[in-house]
């Protein structure tokens, strides 16, 4: 291989990056680079503008006109880091979701468009040709084993919601020999969702892994009032260990203080154990249990309870 090779590639790769970019217009009304600060921001529970000057390897003065904009549009909100007061934490706001994701949408579609052109049968040979080149140039990083870091939060998008159902219908029978009548329960709590749910007070949640999804979570309103319930808290079994399930957990506790909500409940059961750690870490308290048969097991089911005005810890 020579230098000439690379630049050859490089100009070709370029180019396509270009249409999908500016072609279609891509990210219209914004630069390239804002719409990327727009990414980071809308997949990741909580974010310091140190953090993010650091990922996106952007110049500080950049980096400040960039929020300064985003703050004067009304995307974005600015307070003190929880980690360190000196520090600045930038949160988007709800404007600011609905525009991260109209631009994540825009990029899928644009992104499906070219990978339709591409013969089923080569899809493998392509992935796997971008794994190499990431893997060789990446050095170190490509190597490493997959980190906390690597997973990201977003909305779901088209296809994901399908996905949650049958990732519990799944997981739920191999993990703890349930049958369909759970998967029955979780489709009827999405389509209820999808159907009808007011974006300004309930959300879902997919954690992304180099690009697939790996967890999930809802939030939606409770009967009671100024109740939020969090609900379909899942973990692939190959990505436990990350810390994902306590930042699906958190990204539900800040959304429900931050939009109001006074307290967050929960139903699950004695089982599952792992979720229940994640629970109690976050302030949850047991309020109720009680035994019962569902989705043809014999179980102990329980109710949990978070003070959203209570000070965290």
Request: negative net charge; hydrophobic residues 40%; contains cysteine.
């Amino acid at each position: 291989m020579t230098v000439q090779d690379i630049r050859a590639f490089n100009r070709f790769y370029t180019n396509v990056i270009g249409a999908l970019d500016y072609g279609r217009r891509l990210y219209a009304p914004y630069t390239l680079t804002e719409a990327r600060v727009l990414y980071e921001l809308a997949h990741s529970a909580r974010t310091d503008a140190a953090d993010l000057r650091a990922e996106l390897h952007l110049d500080a003065g950049y980096l400040s006109r960039i929020l300064n904009r985003f703050e004067k549009d009304g995307l974005i909100e600015r307070g003190p880091s929880e980690r360190d007061p000196r520090r600045s934490r930038i949160t988007l706001t709800a404007p600011g979701r609905e525009a991260a994701g109209l631009l994540d949408e825009r990029a899928r579609e644009t992104v499906g468009a070219l990978l339709a052109t591409v013969p089923p049968e080569d899809r493998p040979r392509l992935a796997e040709a971008m794994r190499t080149v990431r893997t060789i140039l990446g050095g170190d990083r490509a190597a490493r084993p997959e980190a906390p870091q690597d997973v990201v939060l977003r909305d779901p998008g088209p296809g994901d919601l399908g996905w949650i159902v049958q990732r519990n219908g799944a997981l739920y029978a191999a993990e703890f020999g349930w049958n369909t009548d759970y998967e029955g329960l979780v489709a009827r709590i999405v389509a209820d969702f999808a159907e009808d749910h007011d974006p300004h007070l309930e959300r879902a949640w997919i954690a992304e892994l180099e690009g697939r999804p790996v967890g999930c979570v809802m939030c939606v309103r409770d009967e009671a009032p100024g109740t939020a319930r969090l609900r379909l808290l899942l973990v692939e079994p190959d990505a436990r260990g990350l810390g994902i399930g306590d930042r699906l957990v958190t990204a539900v506790v800040d959304f429900t203080r931050g939009v109001g909500y006074r307290d967050l409940v929960l139903w699950t059961n004695d089982v599952l154990t792992a979720a229940r750690g994640i629970y109690q870490r976050h302030g949850f308290v047991l309020v109720a249990e009680k035994p019962h048969r569902s989705f043809g097991k014999d179980l102990v089911g329980q109710d949990w309870r978070l003070d959203l005005r209570a000070t965290p810890e």
